[in-house]
Every structure is written in C-alpha cells, then in structure tokens.
C-alpha cells in the first residue's frame, strides 16, 4: 500500500502507515493476546503507528494537510466518527459523486465507509467481514491495498490476492 494516492482534483488523498510492520520480540504472547500490549520502549510513536493509520487530506496546489483522520486511541469524535479511532485505512479512498469510500479495518471488523472530503467526516459505514485476528498480527495483509473501483452504479472493495479471506 505503501505509495498509494488518490485525488479529487481538489485534494490528494494519502495513507500514513509503517512501510514494514513492527515484530515483536515475543510474538506468541503478542498472538495469544491478540495483539494487545505490544509497546516499543523508547519509541512511543512508533508503538502507536503499529496500531493505526491515518487517512491524510492534502491540498493538491500547496502541498499542505487540510485535514487527517484516524489515530490511536479514544480520540474526540462522537457516533459514526468513532470508527475511525484505532483503524487501519486499507487503502487510498475513492472519490466519487463528492463523497469518498475507503475500506477500514478496525478490531476485527472490516468496513466500507463513506465520508464528506471537505472534513473527512464519516457520512455512514457499512460492515463487510469479519476477521480471525486483528491487522497488528497480519503484516503482510497490512501492505496490500485494498482497492475500490466502480463502474455502471457498482461498488466493489477488491482485496489483493495475497491477503487471507475473511470469515464471515
């Protein structure tokens, strides 16, 4: 996923995430809890990059964010906005129609959301899966972008083959 933009003409859209996941010194106990409790020492943003990504909104003739979304932790937002607190975006989101749909997961929840560009609001969410484990404890599922395209009023959210199938 690493690369991945998007644009509306106005705004370019971007993924902040790891290039390469973090590994665990004891990645059996990490597993068995699911992926709770890993803590980097000395490096406490990295420890909190491992849990999230951020969906950053940049204007397309300055270079500079308008907005960002996602992070780690119970950050303010209320309603539909909580979902993007401790989510992974799975990829750049697709503009369309004036609002943009991005595939989320978070927990073990995958999620198609539909948000305002202008704030990066989420408009409503959709749940399309359910994971076995969580994103911390799949790296290689956290690299491949999960694509959306659309075409003749249909929608699709396209996973790379070399991510595992969701159960459902």
């Known amino acids: 996923m690493t690369g ?21 010194r004891d990645y059996y106990a990490l597993a068995g809890r699911q992926g709770d409790g890993l803590r980097l020492a000395y490096a406490e943003g990295l ?11 940049l204007d397309a003739k300055t270079g500079l964010a308008v907005w960002e979304r996602g992070g780690r932790g ?10 993007l607190n401790n989510a992974y975006f799975l990829g750049p989101p697709l503009p369309l129609d004036g ?22 609001s989420v408009v409503w969410a959709q749940r399309l899966a359910e994971f076995k484990s969580r994103l911390v404890l799949d790296g290689g599922r956290r690299l491949h972008a999960v694509r959306l395209t659309h ?18």
Do not use: H, I, M
């Open 74 to 83: 119970d950050l303010p937002g209320a309603g539909l906005d909580a979902l």
């Open 47 to 57: 420890t909190d990059a491992v849990y999230r990504s951020r969906l950053l909104a």
């Open 151 to 168: 075409a003749d009023g249909l929608l699709v959210c396209r996973r790379t083959p070399a991510a595992p199938s969701p159960s459902t």
């Open 99 to 120: 609002k943009l749909y991005v595939a989320v997961q978070r927990d073990f929840d995958l999620r198609l959301l539909c948000l305002d560009p202008a704030t990066g």
């Open 4 to 24: 991945s933009l998007s644009s509306d003409g106005r705004l370019v859209y971007a993924v902040e995430d790891l290039p390469v996941a973090a590994f665990p």
